[in-house]
């Protein structure tokens, strides 16, 4: 609709001071020609935009002219308190409405509005930084989304290993971890954080419950990922690599490069490493290639020859027809 166009030209120079006219038309997905006619429109209501000339010109707002409107939708409020995540919100089909409310929200929040959006942050946080990438489902979701908003205590089944347990939780908010869904609850006095996929079944009762005082949902997540991080296995070694390969392995997400040096061989770097496990520190190795070289362990340096030598062996006894 045009007079929602017209508030979005309206936000977005507020927001960027100034804008040209194909930018606007990019960002509106119409043409520039729509984009003089809707400028006329707003001078003719007595928005005070003008334009300037010359390769750095564009159109602005008259300086101190700041607008209060932004009629923002609950549905673009909990989009963009979800925008931790693009690929999660696209998923959702709420990306659009995530720009539309950027904007707006960028301009004012409304004080109406701040209670609700920090009763929303308190009870969904989004951790963007993933490990595996996952394609997990739960039907359960709605219903502890459900018992989060109302904080009501639910009946959940829950897979522990082999066997299933059954157990009443105080769910206080839920954390996405790129497509993996936790809950995180108060159980028996303690927090525990339960993997919604591993939830069978989920029922939500009429008792209700108090949230502790003090919590905070991305603290909490955040401590829980320190504490998780801390007890990982950790195999250290010295590795040489070519500085190309320095950056690459600085985004493994197994791997901690702890210390680099210049080393003996130009275009090279010596570094000190930290691996989980001798395993998964030959497969990460080896995916390198001619690039990096175990120096030490002995038998990092062993796993890795065997491994190669396995795979040279492999290629000239298999003949393709």
């Not at 804008?19 to 001078?43: G, I």
């Not at 989009?79 to 919100?89: E, K, Q, R, Y």
């Not at 502890?144 to 157990?167: D, F, H, N, P, S």
Request: aromatic share 8%.
């Amino acid at each position: 609709m045009r007079a929602d166009r017209l508030i979005s030209i309206l936000l977005l120079l507020q927001n960027q001071k100034q804008m040209t006219s194909k930018q606007l038309a990019d960002k509106l997905e119409v043409s520039e020609r729509t984009v003089h006619r809707d400028m006329e429109a707003l001078s003719a209501a007595g928005i005070p935009v003008y334009s300037e000339r010359g390769s750095q010109g564009g159109w602005r707002l008259t300086e101190g002219y700041r607008t209060n409107l932004t009629g923002l939708k609950s549905e673009e409020l909990s989009s963009l308190l979800l925008a931790g995540s693009i690929h999660l919100l696209r998923d959702l089909g709420k990306q659009a409405d995530y720009e539309a409310a950027y904007q707006k929200i960028w301009a004012a929040m409304p004080d109406t509005l701040k209670h609700d959006a920090e009763f929303t942050r308190q009870r969904i946080h989004i951790d963007g930084a993933g490990w595996h990438e996952t394609l997990e489902t739960s039907t359960c979701l709605p219903t502890i989304q459900e018992a989060v908003w109302a904080e009501r205590k639910l009946a959940i089944t829950y897979e522990r290993g082999v066997e299933l347990v059954e157990r009443v939780i105080q769910p206080l908010g839920l954390v996405a971890k790129r497509s993996t869904w936790y809950v995180v609850a108060e159980t028996e006095g303690d927090l525990r954080t339960y993997r919604v996929s591993r939830i069978h079944s989920a029922a939500m009762t009429d008792e209700a419950f108090r949230r502790p005082e003090p919590f905070d949902l991305a603290s909490y997540w955040k401590q829980s990922m320190e504490r998780f991080t801390a007890d990982l296995p950790k195999y250290p070694a010295t590795i040489g690599l070519k500085q190309t390969a320095l950056q690459r392995i600085r985004q493994e997400r197994y791997v901690k490069i702890i210390a680099t040096a210049p080393w003996k061989r130009e275009g090279w770097t010596e570094a000190e490493a930290e691996f989980n496990t001798l395993e998964s520190a030959c497969e990460i190795c080896l995916a390198f290639g001619p690039e990096l070289i175990v120096l030490a362990p002995a038998e990092l340096r062993e796993r890795v020859l065997g491994q190669a030598a396995a795979i040279v062996n492999l290629y000239e006894g298999e003949r393709l027809d």
